[in-house]
C-alpha cells in the first residue's frame, strides 16, 4: 500500500489562505493523476482538486479560482494552496490517486478549520 501523508492545515479565519502538502511514499504516484478530497461529519467524501501526471487541472465548482493544485513529481509531493477561504471549506482534507474506484487506502488527512 502506498503512505500519504497530508499535512498543513489549520485554523484559519474567513477570507484566509493556507497551503496543503502531500507526500506518498512510492514513486507510483509520479505515473498517477492525484487529487485533494474532503470531507465534513456526516457526508460523503468528495473532490475538490485533481492534477494529471503531466499537470492538468481540474477543480470542482466550488472551489475554482479559490483554489490551485500543483506537484512536484520528483519529490512525490502534491500541494493545494488555498485562498479565499470560507466556513464551508471546513473539512478533513486528504490526497490520493485519481479516480477514487482505484483508492485502496487513505492517510490521515489533515483538518482545516475556518472560522467565520
Known amino acids: 500500500q502506498v503512505q500519504l501523508g497530508e499535512s498543513g492545515g489549520g485554523l484559519v479565519q474567513a477570507g484566509g489562505s493556507l497551503r496543503l502538502s502531500c507526500t506518498a511514499s512510492?514513486?507510483?504516484?509520479?505515473?498517477?493523476?492525484m487529487a485533494w478530497y474532503r470531507q465534513t461529519p456526516g457526508k460523503q467524501r468528495e473532490w475538490v482538486a485533481r492534477?494529471?501526471?503531466?499537470?492538468?487541472?481540474v477543480y470542482e465548482d466550488s472551489v475554482r479560482g479559490r483554489f490551485t493544485v500543483s506537484r512536484d513529481n520528483a519529490k512525490n509531493t502534491i500541494y493545494l494552496e488555498m485562498n479565499g477561504l470560507k466556513a464551508d471549506d471546513t473539512a478533513v482534507y486528504y490526497c490520493?490517486?485519481?479516480?477514487?474506484?482505484?483508492?485502496?487506502?487513505w492517510g490521515q488527512g489533515t483538518q482545516v478549520t475556518v472560522s467565520s
Open positions: 512510492d514513486t507510483y504516484f509520479s505515473l498517477n493523476a
Open positions: 492534477i494529471s501526471s503531466t499537470g492538468r487541472t
Open positions: 490520493n490517486i485519481w479516480p477514487p474506484t482505484r483508492i485502496s487506502n
